[in-house]
């Protein structure tokens, strides 16, 4: 019999932007975290542990994580344009789950919208900012991608990976070159 009990497992995969902290429940891929150096790990653990109320258990081989580890890597690779994972969305919640749904059905891989239409798309045109915290908090990211949001202006805007990770995601992608070297 199936234990009802929160499974949370996790492993970190090297990747061309740096560790990735993957995480998992039952319901789906909960959280991506980058630059999964060993002190951001155990920042992140300690959070998960408190939020889902299960103790994290790292897991490199897990069911719940090979088909997250696989496609992230044909993704980085260029070989995946749209992820086709189960989420779980338990990390946000409200206006901020609202916004990310929003951009992960709507803003498609070689794309990027601003903050403020974002917000116009939800509902909520003045919210420009709180669409900024929303991608701010962003527990899934890459798959919810929040690095295809840029401001109106043409800057980048912010990025929890770092505005390096950030152009390396949308030079993927085909938005900005590519680097020369």
């Known amino acids: 019999m199936e ?3 929160q499974v949370v497992e996790w492993s970190v995969v090297p990747s061309d932007i740096g560790p990735l902290l993957l995480a998992a429940t039952r319901a ?7 630059h999964a150096r060993p002190a951001v790990r155990d920042k992140v653990l300690g959070q998960l542990r408190s939020r889902l109320g299960a103790e994290p258990v790292e897991a490199p081989d897990s069911a719940l994580l090979a088909e997250p580890v696989r496609q992230f890597a044909a993704y980085l690779a260029g070989g995946l344009r749209d992820f086709s994972l189960d989420l779980d969305w338990s990390l946000t919640s409200g206006f901020h789950r609202e916004v990310l749904r929003e951009l992960a059905s709507g803003v498609p ?7 403020g239409d974002l917000a116009s798309r939800v509902g909520q045109p003045g919210a420009a900012q709180a669409v900024g915290a929303a991608m701010g908090s962003n527990p899934l990211p890459v798959v919810v991608p929040c690095h295809r949001v840029v401001e109106s202006g043409g ?7 770092g505005l390096e990770t950030k152009r390396q995601l949308l030079a993927l992608e085909g938005i900005l070159p590519r680097p020369l070297f």
């Open 3 to 5: 234990s009802s009990e």
């Open 28 to 34: 789906g891929l909960v959280t991506v975290v980058f």
């Open 155 to 161: 800057g980048l805007g912010g990025f929890g990976g």
């Open 109 to 115: 891989y070689g794309t990027v919208v601003g903050y």
